[in-house]
């Protein structure tokens, strides 16, 4: 069994026996998206974002104001 800790909650995540590289999991206590990252031999969970996501806002045209 692999742990690795969760960068959000900070506790020991079970990535299995084989972690798969750019996995993405939730993690069991916090339920934050995490993706699998190695260092050599060292496991890692990263806070997983898609492309895009952050800070666009996908509400098309620009508010007017109405007064």
Do not use: H
């Not at 496991?43 to 492309?51: A, D, F, N, P, V």
């Not at 509400?59 to 007017?64: D, V």
Request: hydrophobic residues 25%.
């Amino acid at each position: 069994m692999v742990n690795a800790r969760c960068p959000v909650c900070d506790e020991q995540v079970d990535i299995g026996n084989k972690p798969q590289l750019e996995t993405t999991i939730d993690c069991p206590y916090c339920g934050t998206t995490l993706i699998i990252r190695s260092t050599g031999r060292k496991w890692s969970l990263e806070i997983y974002e898609e492309e895009g996501e952050e800070g666009e806002w996908e509400g098309g045209e620009e508010e007017e104001d109405l007064f």
